[in-house]
C-alpha cells in the first residue's frame, strides 16, 4: 500500500489541534459535495436523459458518496472496519437533506429514497475500505467510479423501462347499509384532515383529499376529484351498479397537477408511476355491509424491486384508511 497515497505522515501535534475538531466531519463534507454534483448532473425531468430516476443514478451516486467518504477519511488516517459503512451511510443521509435544502429533490422522493441511498453507499464505503488496505490503488477506483454515472447515463435511456402492474386489496365491514355507503362513495364533501391525514402518502407529502363529487349529467358518471396545492382530476366510471360496485378510471389533464404540487418522478399518470382503476364492492352481510377496495397501479423503473413493494404498502395503507373513513361516515350518517 502506497503510504503517500493512504497513510500520511503521522501529523505533529500541533497539526492535530488544527485538524481534530473537524476531522470527522470533513470526509463526509467531501462524500455529499460528490453527491450533490452528480444530483445536479442528472437534475432533467423524468424520462429524459440524466434523470433523477434512471438506475444510474440511483445505484452509482450513494456508491460515489460512500467511496469519497471514505477515500478522504483515509487520507487523513486509517479508520476501523465499522466506520467505513457508518460514516458513508451518514453522508448520503445528509446528501438528501442537502437536496431538500437547496430545493431540487421533493419531500416524497427524499423519504422514499434514503434508505436506499444509506444502505448502497454504507456497502460501496466497506469495499473502498478494503480496497485502501489492501492495495495502493484507492485513487485510480474513486476516479472511476466518480465517471461511471456519467459515461453509463447516456446510455442507459436507450433502454426500454419495465412495466410493473400490480393490485391491492383491502375490505371492511360497515355498520351501515349498502345504499347508506353508497351515497358517500357518490358523493364525499367537505374532507376533514383528521378523517384521512393518518394515511402514510399524506404524512410523507401528498397534498390531502377535500372532495369528490359524482357528475351524471355528460352519462357515464364522472366523479371530481380535489385535493390541497390545486391538484385536480377526473375518475370515469367503466362499471356502475348503484349499490353494489363501482369500477372508476382516472382521467387527468395537463393543469391536473400544478407545479410543486407532487415530485415529478411519483407524479400519477407520469413517466414511473400512474393509477390505473379503483373499484368498490359492496356485499351484505347481515346486518352489516362489506365494503372492499381494488385498487390496480404501474410502476415503471429499473428498482421495481425496491420501488413496487413500497408503492404497495403506501396503497394498501391508503386503502386501510379510505375504507375507515367511508365507514364512519356511513355509520354517523345512519344514526
Known amino acids: 500500500m502506497s503510504q503517500q497515497e493512504v497513510e500520511p505522515a503521522p501529523a505533529t501535534e500541533s497539526s492535530d489541534a488544527r485538524i481534530l475538531p473537524y476531522r470527522f466531519w470533513w470526509p463526509l463534507l467531501a462524500g455529499v459535495v460528490a453527491g450533490l454534483m452528480l444530483r445536479l448532473a442528472f437534475s432533467n425531468k423524468a424520462g429524459d436523459t440524466y434523470s433523477a430516476m434512471m438506475a444510474t443514478f440511483v445505484f452509482f451516486t450513494p456508491a460515489v458518496v460512500g467511496i469519497v467518504t471514505v ?24 446528501l438528501v437533506l442537502g437536496t431538500l435544502a437547496i430545493m431540487i429533490e421533493g419531500l416524497i422522493c427524499a423519504i422514499l429514497i434514503v434508505p436506499l441511498f444509506a444502505t448502497l453507499g454504507g456497502i460501496a464505503g466497506l469495499a473502498m475500505g478494503a480496497v485502501c488496505r489492501l492495495t495502493d490503488w484507492p485513487k485510480a477506483t474513486l476516479y472511476s467510479f466518480a465517471t461511471l454515472p456519467l459515461l453509463l447515463g447516456g446510455v442507459e435511456q436507450r433502454l426500454p423501462l419495465p412495466n410493473r402492474i400490480e393490485t391491492v386489496e383491502r375490505t371492511v365491514l360497515v ?13 364525499t364533501r367537505n374532507i376533514h384532515p383528521d378523517e384521512v391525514r393518518e394515511a402514510w402518502m399524506y404524512r410523507i407529502g401528498v397534498p390531502l383529499p377535500e ?7 355528460s352519462g ?5 376529484i380535489n385535493m390541497g396545492k ?8 367503466k362499471i356502475w351498479e348503484p349499490n353494489h360496485r363501482v369500477l372508476w378510471t ?37 346486518d352489516r355491509t362489506e365494503l372492499r377496495i381494488r385498487m390496480s397501479y404501474r410502476v415503471s423503473t429499473r428498482f421495481n424491486w425496491y420501488a413496487q413493494p413500497i408503492a404497495d404498502t403506501l396503497i394498501g395503507n391508503f386503502e386501510e384508511v379510505i375504507l375507515r373513513f367511508y365507514a364512519q361516515r356511513a355509520t354517523d350518517s345512519a344514526l
Open 175 to 187: 355498520a351501515a347499509t349498502p345504499e347508506e355507503i353508497w351515497r358517500h362513495l357518490e358523493n
Open 250 to 286: 382516472y382521467r387527468f389533464e395537463p393543469d391536473s397537477f400544478p407545479p410543486h404540487a407532487l415530485d415529478d418522478h411519483v407524479r400519477i399518470g407520469g413517466e414511473h408511476f400512474d393509477l390505473l382503476d379503483t373499484e368498490y364492492l359492496l356485499t351484505p352481510a347481515g
Open 220 to 224: 357515464a358518471p364522472v366523479r371530481h
Open 211 to 217: 372532495m369528490g363529487v359524482t357528475d351524471h349529467a
Open 230 to 237: 390545486g391538484i385536480h382530476f377526473d375518475q370515469v366510471a
Open 71 to 94: 477515500y478522504f477519511a483515509e487520507r487523513l488516517q486509517r479508520r476501523p472496519w465499522f466506520y467505513y459503512f457508518y460514516a458513508p451511510f451518514l453522508a448520503n443521509v445528509f
